[in-house]
């Protein structure tokens, strides 16, 4: 899935500058900033990540706990659905 990462990193340089991310794949969602400097082609590269179930948001979730965060998460371009930078 060479190319699906490759438009990703292409509107990557086109959206002004922002480096988050939300993307979407068909069990969950995860919003985080985009590592542009990755050598693998098909694996989206996202450090400082909030990973949340599809249909879940982001920004409801008042626990005070850190579940669902990571510094680091690796997927795979295949299972991408959609993705959207933030500003």
């Known amino acids: 899935m060479k190319a699906k990462y490759r438009i990703i990193?292409?509107?990557?340089k086109i959206s002004d500058d922002s480096?988050?991310?939300?993307?979407?794949?068909?069990?969950?969602?995860?919003?985080?900033?985009?590592v542009t400097d990755s050598?693998?082609?098909d694996?989206?590269?996202l450090r400082h990540v909030k990973v949340v179930?599809?249909?879940m948001d982001f920004e409801h979730d008042s626990s005070p706990s850190k579940d669902g965060e990571t510094s680091?998460?690796?997927?795979f371009a295949d299972e991408v659905v959609a993705?959207?930078?933030l500003k």
């Open 39 to 41: 050598t693998l082609d």
């Open 9 to 12: 990193k292409e509107v990557a």
């Open 72 to 75: 680091w998460l690796n997927v």
């Open 83 to 85: 993705f959207s930078f």
């Open 53 to 55: 179930p599809v249909g």
């Open 43 to 45: 694996v989206i590269a």
């Open 19 to 34: 480096d988050e991310i939300i993307i979407f794949t068909k069990a969950f969602k995860a919003k985080g900033k985009f």
